[in-house]
């Protein structure tokens, strides 16, 4: 079995290599965000005091690059029911539940690496007289942080992709899942400004508690109203709890009769014939 | 009848590697498999035949545990397919109708990763590469996306990969489905040369009928029921020497004139088909007893005459 999860993890790293846009895309995103939004806002706080926005945004953005590189391929599931890839898959000596699993640990796996990819590009941006990045608070914590964020968001897009047939509703996935659970999860601005309703949201966004352990375990000397707003137990047990709950429910779905049935009817191509 | 058509049915097997009794697959109120008795032996080149939609399919994704059967039982390589089926997918090969490759891996990482999936050392995988290639004529293509080889290829390389890990039956659902002439006798030729090297048993399913001619032994399946079985080569002797295949607008009379002699025949449209049992008679022979008509063939039956005149027999309609 080790051997064949280190397969398909292997295999997700090279294809996000290979797909160089893809990994591109990652690096874009977030330092957008950083430069554009991060500028505009960082403008509009300055007058509290030190412009420390900026150094603020760094965590939730490690957690957007952990999100959308998780997401995104635990969703490229969907694409794989019909693949040779799935039928390889179905006909290895394991049960299917693995596939799960090992889909779960590939994605986290590969979003781990683009995270750390943009470590490398922040750190390196100090050569530049940048500083928005320097050694974390807490090595370890944030070592943490970021297995289980990852975790926390394969685990999502696994849960939409055992449930979803095709992805022609992709655009959906991303405008009321992807782009919610980041806005409402207090990587852009601390949680306990936001109006009781979407801080209720945001408590129940799994994604939330990933980004309050990464400010807990990256930021250092920021102003209080900067800091994270959940405390560390929490983070970690909320969003292990998800990880075991998703994981579960996850794997139970693709063992099912009715959508093995559907899956092997997908694979054998008889709709063509 | 059960379906037997001719009168000696297939020796018992030595030893059976498939096993299934009342092996039975609905789909809601459609029953895609109706009970279905199976015996493969070890080492056997078995053809499960029929049109599409007549179950071939179902049943061999019931064997190799893709689907669980309704009702009914069977075993596989000696492990029950309900009971163990991760010990039954340890001990098959699978290609599919469709290819089980990653288009964006070369051949040579397909194969190590299928590889991986069955546990199989690196060493032992890079052993079975060069053998594997080397039989199936790809040893040139090893680092060659698999997106850019042929059709004919990609199914050499399907098939590779569903033996790397030597099983003891190998499934074929349609191996030659989407080739072209010569891919498809090429295919054909690489899985002799499989058998032959390895000794595996081969269970395939095709409807281009003629084309397994070289089984060992075939089941012809209509409407998830087996029809009739038996070795390719005696089901054709036994059907007929010759067929005659007569186009004309009077079809009636060509049938007046020749049922008495010829017995039965397969009517469609202004085109009439007969059995010839005693060889001797030539084409000309024929020609001479009749009125002139559009066309006239005589030729060699094939295992898709066998199913024809099976179904036809069966009160069926000749698909």
């Not at chain 1, 900067?226 to 909320?238: E, H, K, R």
């Not at chain 2, 895609?32 to 499960?48: K, M, P, R, S």
């Not at chain 2, 002139?292 to 060699?300: D, T, Y």
């Amino acid at each position: 079995m080790k051997r064949a999860i280190a397969a398909i993890i292997g295999r997700e790293l090279k294809r996000m290599v290979r797909q160089r846009g893809r990994l591109v895309a990652a690096m874009i995103r977030p330092l957008v965000w950083l430069f554009i939004i991060g500028s505009g806002f960082q403008a509009l706080v300055e007058g509290g005091g030190q412009g420390h926005y900026k150094q603020f945004m760094v965590p939730g953005l490690l957690c957007m690059v952990l999100l959308f590189g998780a997401m995104l391929a635990a969703l490229s599931l969907v694409y794989d029911k019909e693949s040779g890839v799935m039928r390889m898959l179905v006909i290895a000596p394991f049960s299917h539940y693995w596939i799960v699993l090992a889909r779960i640990l590939s994605a986290a796996i590969a979003a781990i690496f683009q995270a750390l990819l943009l470590v490398v590009v922040l750190i390196s941006f100090r050569l530049f007289g940048l500083d928005y990045f320097g050694l974390p608070a807490n090595l370890s914590l944030s070592a943490l942080g970021l297995v289980l964020t990852s975790l926390t968001c394969a685990t999502t897009g696994m849960l939409i992709a055992v449930h979803s047939k095709t992805l022609d509703n992709f655009a959906v996935i991303m405008n009321f899942v992807i782009f919610p659970m980041f806005f409402l999860s207090g990587a852009l601005y601390p949680l306990e400004h936001l109006p009781p309703i979407l801080k209720a949201f945001a408590l129940v966004n799994p994604f939330s508690y990933g980004v309050d352990l990464m400010k807990h375990s990256i930021l250092r000397d920021v102003p209080a109203n900067f800091s994270a707003d959940l405390n560390v137990g929490t983070d970690i047990a909320v969003m292990a709890a998800y990880i075991t709950l998703g994981t579960i429910v996850a794997c139970l779905r693709f063992s099912q009769v009715s959508v093995r049935e559907k899956l092997a009817k997908a694979l054998s191509g008889s709709r063509r014939a | 009848m059960a379906g037997h058509m001719n009168a000696a049915p297939a020796p018992a097997p030595a030893v059976t590697t498939i096993q299934a009794r009342g092996l039975r697959k609905c789909y809601g109120d459609h029953v895609a498999v109706a009970g279905l008795d199976l015996d493969i032996a070890e080492g056997e080149f078995f053809g499960l035949l029929g049109r599409n939609g007549s179950g071939k399919t179902t049943t061999l994704h019931m064997l190799s545990t893709l689907i669980r059967p309704t009702s009914g039982t069977a075993s596989v390589a000696g492990e029950d397919i309900l009971a163990r089926p991760v010990a039954v997918r340890a001990r098959i090969g699978l290609v599919f109708q469709e290819s089980a490759l990653d288009r964006s891996l070369s051949v040579e990482e397909n194969l190590q990763f299928a590889g991986a999936l069955y546990d199989l050392p690196p060493a032992l995988v890079r052993r079975r590469t060069d053998e594997l290639l080397k039989l199936f004529d790809l040893g040139s293509k090893r680092r060659v996306a698999v997106g850019a080889l042929s059709g004919g290829m990609r199914r050499a390389l399907d098939i590779a990969r569903g033996v790397l890990h030597r099983p003891r039956v190998l499934f074929l659902d349609e191996p030659t489905i989407g080739l072209d002439v010569i891919n498809r006798r090429a295919i054909w030729r690489f899985l002799a040369r499989l058998r032959q090297e390895q000794g595996v048993t081969v269970v395939l399913t095709t409807h281009y009928l003629e084309e397994a001619v070289d089984c060992d032994r075939v089941v012809f399946m209509s409407h998830g029921k087996i029809i009739g079985s038996g070795k390719p080569v005696e089901l054709i002797r036994s059907l007929a020497t010759s067929i005659l295949e007569i186009t004309a607008d009077d079809a009636a009379s060509i049938i007046a004139r020749l049922k008495p002699i010829l017995g039965d025949c397969i009517q469609d449209a202004d085109h009439v088909q007969f059995r010839v049992r005693d060889g001797t008679a030539t084409l000309a022979d024929w020609q001479r007893q009749l009125p002139p008509v559009h066309a006239l063939a005589l030729r060699e039956p094939d295992l898709n005459d066998v199913y024809v005149w099976m179904n036809h027999g069966a009160g069926g309609t000749p698909a």
